[in-house]
């Protein structure tokens, strides 16, 4: 079955830097990789997402790059900010199947 | 609030009693999920559904869980004969998924579960 393992599991930046987070993933079926974003005491919330059949993906300061032959990707987050602060989980599944996420990412931004 | 609840907000129960947890997704949602996750872990698989079907079942999930979705809108989760173990927030997540293809999740707030 499916199985994702994320790294690193903190990562502690200055503001203004960037931060990479980067998984893998067993499945070779696997075609949609999401990347949710859970604030303390809140609830997951999808942050960006990629399928299968493109490489990168980018959305403001946030950028999702995949790498099908050895099966990882990667979330980069640009010019970061106080509020990026969280826990961020990568997943991935195929089609008919279970979305597994990952163990997730502490993600601290330093003034 | 025309998101996906999750009732109740939290449990606590003895070790050994049966609980129930129940989830609305959003209407028009085809795939409901639940998921189990504890503090500083990521969510953790435990059964989805397309419509009324029960499609998966993780294989690590005890005969003491048990999920149903009878009429393809709201879920139930059951567990039997709790266990300290079972400890835990569990989550429901719901999503509308086109020709089979996965699609985001929407996730309710949760239920914490705390057995004593």
């Known amino acids: 079955g499916e199985n994702v393992e994320q790294h690193p599991s903190t990562l502690s930046v200055q503001e203004g830097d960037s931060a990479v987070i980067k998984c893998t993933y067993s499945?070779?079926?696997?075609?949609?990789f999401p990347w949710y974003k859970q604030e303390l005491g809140k609830r997951p919330q999808l942050i960006i997402d990629?399928?299968?059949?493109?490489g990168e993906k980018k959305d403001q300061r946030i950028a999702v790059t995949l790498n099908k032959t050895a099966k990882h990707f990667s979330l980069h987050i640009t010019e970061t900010q106080p509020e990026d602060s969280a826990v961020y989980f990568c997943a991935a599944s195929s089609s008919a199947s279970k979305i597994i996420f990952g163990s997730g990412t502490r993600l601290s931004i330093r003034p | 609030d025309t998101g996906v609840s999750q009732d109740p907000r939290h449990k606590i129960t003895k070790r050994g009693q049966n609980v129930t947890f129940r989830c609305d997704p959003i209407s028009e949602h085809n795939r409901l999920y639940w998921y189990r996750q504890t503090l500083g872990q990521g969510p953790e698989f435990l059964t989805y559904?397309?419509?009324?079907?029960?499609?998966?079942k993780s294989r690590l999930l005890s005969d003491r869980f048990s999920a149903e979705r009878p009429k393809g809108s709201f879920s139930t989760l059951e567990i039997q004969r709790t266990e300290q173990g079972d400890s835990a927030m569990y989550l429901c997540?719901?999503?509308?998924?086109?020709?089979?293809?996965?699609?985001?999740?929407?996730f309710g707030s949760g239920t914490q579960l705390s057995v004593l």
């Open positions: 990629i399928r299968s059949n493109v």
């Open positions: 997540a719901s999503s509308l998924a086109h020709d089979g293809y996965n699609e985001k999740l929407f």
């Open positions: 499945d070779s079926a696997s075609n949609y």
């Open positions: 559904f397309q419509n009324e079907a029960q499609l998966e």
